[in-house]
């Protein structure tokens, strides 16, 4: 299994503002994703971020508003670019464990849960 | 986007009953995970079924998965107050490198 873990674990910010959301894993891992879960609403993907190529970000998302690095196979930042309220969420980042060539299980962090005001 | 649309959106239960959470989804996996997340936190591994395997259990857990209907199902067996939580399913589909979330349950255990 892998052990993340996120900073901050919370923030408020000022919109206009942005945050910068880091992602660190205990293991060397090829593929990180990262996350945003409105209230009340289920995981909704922003982008896949590989290490050495530059993100893939899902419909909806765009790098200018969600710029993400991958220094190396155990770290990765999330930047929230000028923040509005829509923005509040809480954002988390997971890794996947491989096995034999397989897919398998998705570990996540703790999350960090943002307030735009 | 979501992939799978999980049934019923809330469920509350007496300690004691089992609860089943349906999740449909709508092309290929190779497989299919359930996780648990309590009130906003991160979320928790339950259990990972592949698309050859018909049957998983863990614990008071058991997942099924019938890849003909797109559809798996998570059973919890003598519920306890402490399995209140939001359940979410996600399937992973070879090529596409990412996995997609269901719309989740929120289930209660009434002590």
């Known amino acids: 299994s892998a052990v993340i873990s996120q900073k901050p674990s919370r923030d408020i910010c000022q919109r206009g503002t942005s945050l910068t959301i880091q992602c660190q894993v205990d293991s060397q891992v090829t593929m990180m994703f990262w996350y945003r879960q409105q209230p009340g609403q289920s995981l909704t993907l922003i982008a896949t971020a590989n290490q050495g190529s530059e993100a893939t970000y899902e419909s909806g998302f765009v790098i200018d508003k969600f710029p993400i690095s991958r220094p190396n196979l155990t770290f990765s930042t999330l930047t929230v670019s000028n923040m509005s309220p829509e923005d509040s969420s809480i954002y988390l980042c997971?890794?996947?464990?491989?096995?034999?060539?397989?897919?398998?299980?998705?570990?996540f962090g703790p999350g960090t849960r943002l307030l735009v005001l | 986007s979501q992939q799978g649309e999980e049934d019923p959106q809330a469920l509350s239960i007496q300690e004691g009953e089992n609860a089943t959470m349906n999740c449909s989804y709508k092309?290929?996996?190779?497989?299919l995970q359930w996780y648990r997340q309590n009130s906003g936190r991160g979320l928790v591994h339950l259990i990972l079924?592949?698309?050859?395997?018909r049957e998983k259990h863990s614990g008071r857990l058991r997942v099924t998965l019938d890849t003909s209907k797109k559809s798996s199902s998570l059973l919890i067996t003598a519920s306890r107050a402490a399995d209140t939580a939001s359940y979410f399913c996600a399937t992973y589909t070879s090529g596409t490198y990412k996995y997609i979330f269901g719309t989740g349950t929120r289930l209660k255990v009434l002590a």
């Open positions: 997971s890794v996947v464990g491989s096995s034999g060539g397989f897919q398998e299980t998705q570990y």
């Open positions: 079924i592949r698309s050859n395997e």
């Open positions: 092309t290929s996996i190779n497989n």
